[in-house]
């Protein structure tokens, strides 16, 4: 089945205040602690989408996608095109609505987020990494009758990604920035578009690894630009371009970008397991890395932790303070 086409718009209060009445009684609402760091000009706060039920914040816009749609629409099933998480949200969301589900993913997705999908009922298919980009640009679909739903212009995702910045708000009601990781962009949209209907003054800077960094090249050039995407332990993050349907939107939302090292990554890692104990994959450290880093980043900060899905042996080698071999 082609995907349903639609137009990705920044979402409105009222959408997305409907969206998090829609998930509330399925997603927990997750803490921000004070990582209560040494650093003379800056307090981090880091927002624990790793507590999800599925490990990551992805578990928000899948259930916000389906539940946005009639139940005639789910009746052949459902399908995303996921490097991993947000493959396994929508296999956790089908299952508790009764609702089939494929998903396409790399077969160099994390084992964990692949396994996870498969013990939800879940049916994995395998493609190509230039496949799953099309699939999310809406280049080529699949010849299915599952609903393909898009994991980032999909106004139902960006709506229910908003829940995160209206939480962020409650806890911590005038932060000084914001910063989320940033791949296909559909999370750090949501949280922004929140922010802005609530706090226009808040800064909200999207942050991206070295091995690819499609937005600050985007942000340079002032329109989409193709990068040279390297292969990392960090598959939430990083692909050819951003999503050229969403730039508009991350143009129009966002602050600015930075990109940090893989070993800045791994060492943010490191400090969240040592400082709260908590698990981040390499893309759920990306923002932490970055509000340590950047110069620009000062005051009350907000690091939005999106995930902890990573596989135990680049997990090892990550707390051992070496940059996990890319797979």
């Not at 989408?49 to 629409?73: C, H, M, N, V």
Request: aromatic content about 6%; proline content about 7%.
């Amino acid at each position: 089945m082609k995907p349903q086409r639609n137009q990705p718009r920044r979402p409105t209060l009222a959408e997305m205040t409907a969206a998090r009445e829609r998930i509330n009684p399925y997603v927990r609402r997750t803490p921000l602690i004070d990582l209560g760091l040494p650093l003379k000009d800056r307090r981090i706060f880091v927002k624990l989408e790793t507590l999800q039920p599925i490990g990551a914040f992805k578990l928000r816009p899948a259930l916000s996608a389906l539940l946005a749609r009639d139940r005639d629409a789910l009746s052949h099933g459902v399908a995303v095109s996921s490097s991993g998480n947000m493959a396994y949200g929508t296999a956790w969301a089908a299952r508790q609505l009764g609702v089939l589900m494929a998903a396409y993913m790399m077969t160099d997705a994390p084992l964990t987020k692949i396994e996870g999908v498969r013990k939800l009922g879940g049916d994995v298919r395998f493609i190509s990494g230039e496949t799953w980009w099309n699939y999310i640009t809406e280049e080529d679909a699949p010849d299915a009758p599952e609903l393909l739903i898009n994991p980032v212009t999909d106004n139902g995702v960006l709506a229910g990604n908003g829940s995160i910045g209206f939480e962020i708000l409650e806890d911590l009601p005038r932060p000084d920035w914001v910063l989320a990781p940033i791949g296909g962009g559909s999370l750090v949209t949501g949280v922004a578009s929140a922010i802005r209907a609530l706090q226009p003054g808040v800064r909200v800077l999207a942050c991206e690894g070295e091995h690819a960094a499609p937005a600050t090249a985007a942000f340079a050039a002032g329109e989409v630009v193709q990068v040279d995407a390297q292969n990392s332990f960090i598959k939430s993050i990083g692909g050819p371009t951003v999503v050229p349907a969403l730039w508009p939107i991350v143009r129009e939302l966002i602050d600015g970008t930075c990109v940090v090292t893989l070993a800045q990554v791994v060492e943010a890692m490191q400090l969240l397991y040592a400082k709260a104990k908590v698990v981040a994959e390499g893309a759920g450290a990306a923002s932490l890395a970055a509000a340590i880093h950047d110069p620009r980043v000062k005051g009350d900060v907000v690091c939005v932790i999106s995930g902890g899905n990573i596989d135990p042996v680049d997990y090892i080698s990550a707390l051992n303070g070496i940059v996990p071999v890319a797979r």
